[in-house]
T-cell receptor, first 113, second 114 residues
Framework: AQKITQTQPGMFVQEKEAVTLDCTYD???????LFWYKQPSSGEMIFLIY??????QNATEGRYSLNFQKARKSANLVISASQLGDSAMYFC??????????FGGGTRVLVKP | EAGVAQSPRYKIIEKRQSVAFWCNPI?????LYWYQQILGQGPKLLIQ????????DSQLPKDRFSAERLKGVDSTLKIQPAKLEDSAVYLC????????????FGQGTRLTVV
């Protein structure tokens, strides 16, 4: 079975500062994928970034980067230069055997001006 | 490229009534997911299809929930009879067959059971 844990229910961050969202995972599969999604108050689920278990480099997409520490089974999301529009729920997710996509409980981020 | 389409967007029903949701995935996407997202929580997988076959339905309350994906394209999710605790957003998502590709989500159906 696969499991995703996000221990931070909510966070405040000052505009233009960086914020790190924690995510730990558990799976017995050697091949898996890790994802981060953003869900604004409007409700849509927006894909942000992907990290494969065999990828040697940390994934980056614009202001988003994924700090992948395989031995610790963590996949933290770093958002640099926070903007007011970054205020949303953020979900960590993973796929493993059978391509089942499992989500964590989410972290709410509120960017302060 | 058209996204994942879901309907209706909103539905209010009384408990013990039945309701159905519809999803049209992105063309060519073999994998289709239905999730239940209760307010303030992460999405919970209800059922996963690969083409028209069920891959995982371990968390689907089969006494009241059912889902089908005819011809491996569109899918419907039905609740009969509904309970108050079924109030949630029901999200449909699709992805390519290849493992570890991102899933694309529809806008969801917000169900309120009164």
């Amino acid at each position: 079975a696969q499991k995703i844990t996000q221990t931070q229910p909510g966070m405040f961050v000052q505009e233009k500062e960086a914020v790190t969202l924690d995510c730990t995972y558990d799976t017995s599969d050697q091949s898996y994928g890790l994802f981060w999604y953003k869900q604004p108050s409007s409700g849509e689920m927006i894909f942000l970034i992907y990290q494969g278990s065999y990828d040697e480099q940390n994934a980056t997409e614009g202001r988003y980067s994924l700090n992948f520490q395989k031995a610790r089974k963590s996949a933290n999301l770093v958002i640099s230069a926070s903007q007011l529009g970054d205020s949303a729920m953020y979900f960590c997710a993973m796929t493993a055997a059978g391509n089942k996509l499992t989500f964590g409980g989410g972290t709410r981020v509120l960017v302060k001006p | 490229e058209a996204g994942v389409a879901q309907s209706p967007r909103y539905k209010i029903i009384e408990k013990r009534q039945s309701v159905a949701f519809w999803c049209n995935p992105i063309s060519g996407h073999a994998t289709l997911y239905w999730y239940q997202q209760i307010l303030g929580q992460g999405p919970k997988l209800l059922i996963q299809f690969q083409n028209n076959g069920v891959v995982d339905d371990s968390q689907l309350p089969k006494d009241r929930f059912s889902a089908e994906r005819l011809k491996g394209v569109d899918s419907t999710l039905k609740i009969q009879p509904a309970k108050l605790e079924d109030s949630a957003v029901y999200l449909c998502a699709s992805s390519l067959t290849t493992r570890n590709t991102e899933a694309f989500f529809g806008q969801g159906t917000r169900l309120t059971v009164v």
